[in-house]
């Protein structure tokens, strides 16, 4: 009961960013076609940006030479996200800089490659390619990238060095965790799931361009948030759907493109600053809770001992 209740409160937030926009645009937001519009597209939109596109354009383009098709298309794309994480990752490990440092400076290196492979002219697939974004196709792949997700994180040992790792490297080499072994098996998983994304992506637009999408990094900060509650991979998802929901209300106001960025900019720092500070309150009255109960148990036993 107290998962389910938890989940509950996860979906409070599409719920009510829901309802401003519906309110708010005076119907012209909201109906349940583009809300199930809006499902299937967050299911494949957890793309860190350039990685995607170019892994994208490199086995799009690869499987038009060859001919192998749409299975082409996906295993090629496939390879290439994890070439590109891989690469990643070695200058990550080699040169020693902060994994912040190192992913900008990577991000902007695949963008330019992005415009220059192929002549910039990025990749369009035949239409008979983009089935996986037809039902039940994608669903199925969501399904199937939860599951696989949850078996690496929970049941493999893999996923017990990442989570250890992740809260401090030292002690866990110092009891045998090889860190440089798991770091690459790590970007090895990202980019499979990334060249998947990339598959994904050119399923429904039928293309790949050279263009960057960070709503993903704002889907996994609001996931972070949220992941107390329903735990990260749910949490996540409900981040990414909610900003779906934000870009379509905004679009159904009228709002360019540049007002969409500044409403997704307020959307983050309100809703990061009322977590945080909701968690400091519900804190301070815990404290003062535990504070008055402790001060009744001593009167109580003041009480017992004078009589």
Known sequence: MKKVLNFLKCL???????????????????????MYVLLKQCIFDFSPGAVIVLAGILGGNLAQITGSGMFGMILFTMLFGMILTLITCTVFVFTRLPSLIVSLGMLMVYETLTMVVFQGGGISIPADWRVLYQEPYVFLVL??????????????????????????????????????????????????????????????????????????????????????????????????????????????????????KVGNGIFLIVFIGISQNLALLLSQREKKQRKLRLEREAAAGQANAGR
């Open 143 to 260: 399904i199937g990238v939860f599951l696989i997700f949850l078996f690496l994180q929970k049941y493999t040992r893999f996923g017990y060095h990442v989570r250890a790792l992740g809260n401090g490297t030292q002690i866990d080499m110092n009891i045998g965790v090889n860190l440089n072994r798991t770091r690459y098996l790590a970007f090895l998983v990202e980019g499979l799931f990334l060249g998947l994304a990339a598959v994904m992506d050119m399923s429904i637009t039928g293309s790949e361009i050279a263009v960057t999408s960070f709503s993903a990094i704002m889907a996994v900060m609001v996931g972070m948030y949220l992941a107390k509650y329903c735990g990260m991979l749910l949490g996540t998802f409900i981040g990414a759907f909610s900003l779906k929901i934000i870009a379509s209300g905004m679009l159904a106001f009228g709002w360019s493109a540049q007002m969409q």
């Open 12 to 34: 409070i937030l599409p719920l009510i960013i829901y309802l401003i926009f519906a309110v708010g645009s005076e119907g012209r937001f909201g109906s349940p076609g583009t």
